[in-house]
């Protein structure tokens, strides 16, 4: 029995490093992203994760596949584990641009598809422009992870970039990040403002008097000559910023309470000996 899944924003092929940064970047930028992780990663290869940012004695890679799990999850998203078999072309009326399935009985249906698998790409054979001579071709994959087929993104070391979990998940930010900006120009964002997206925590100290109409008055003027944008369009982009700024600025009590929630997430994903000895050895 095969189980359909309405179309979703953006499908992502593999919970590493390079598909779990993409799928928070898109899922914090309000897209509905979905990731199929098929189980351990490549990274489960290694021993200990020691040269990623902000682990100054390295993470253990089991603790580190439930915080990105946790992570893409906290920002919207959601995480499944099947085995996505192929993808395709959808060419079901109104249920977006792919259709893949997997080895659970899912078809699901997506805008745009994320190839975030480091071991294998056969999921990917239908389409041709991808291979050369038998084999994926890296280098029909941009800076940015977009291929011929559009839609269709690679992240992580099949885009050609190295075989390490901190460029892969950089490398898997800026393909989410593109996605975010080419949502924007599909809601009528104009280029020059569409790539101007940023995925940021204002302090509400930062906005001074008249902030709002500084953004209305920068905005309208990246509008250019001649193009067939409606002033309606133009209201709803400066509406839409000026109300994400307010919306997501947090005042010194809200910073407060994010650092607590944060530290405390954290904990959640460590072993409660371990949390026990520090305790312990900060006694004496």
């Known amino acids: 029995m095969t189980d359909e899944v309405d179309a979703l924003d953006v499908l992502v092929v593999g919970g590493g490093p390079a598909g779990a940064a993409a799928a928070v970047f898109t899922a914090r930028a309000g897209l509905d992203t979905r990731v199929y992780n098929r189980g351990p990663s490549a990274l489960s290869q290694?021993?200990?994760?020691?040269?990623?940012?902000?682990?100054?004695?390295?993470?253990?890679?089991?603790?580190?596949?439930?915080?990105?799990?946790a992570h893409v999850r906290a920002a919207g998203g959601t995480v499944h584990e099947a085995h996505v078999e192929t993808v395709h072309h959808d060419d079901s009326a109104d249920a977006g641009n792919f259709r893949a399935e997997t080895d659970t009985g899912e078809m699901v249906h997506a805008d745009r598809v994320v190839a975030a698998t480091r071991q294998t790409a056969t999921y990917l054979d239908a389409f041709e422009e991808l291979f050369a001579d038998g084999s994926f071709d890296a280098d029909a994959v941009d800076a940015d992870g977009r291929t011929p087929v559009e839609g269709l993104y690679v992240a992580g070391p099949r885009g050609g970039g190295p075989d390490q979990a901190l460029v892969a998940a950089g490398h898997g930010a800026r393909v989410g990040h593109a996605i975010a900006v080419a949502a924007r120009e599909d809601r009528g964002y104009w280029p020059d403002i569409a790539s101007e997206y940023y995925d940021w925590t204002p302090r509400e100290s930062a906005f001074e008097p008249g902030w709002e109409e500084s953004v209305a008055d920068w905005i309208r003027g990246t509008v250019p000559d001649g193009a067939d944008v409606t002033s309606d369009t133009v209201d709803d982009v400066v509406a839409e910023t000026v109300d994400h700024e307010r919306e997501s600025a947090l005042s010194v009590e809200e910073i407060d309470e994010r650092r607590r929630e944060a530290q405390h997430a954290l904990l959640d994903h460590l072993d409660d000996d371990v949390i026990r000895e520090y305790l312990d050895s900060t006694e004496d």
């Open 46 to 69: 290694c021993a200990h994760l020691s040269n990623y940012l902000g682990f100054p004695e390295g993470i253990d890679v089991e603790t580190f596949d439930e915080l990105t799990d």
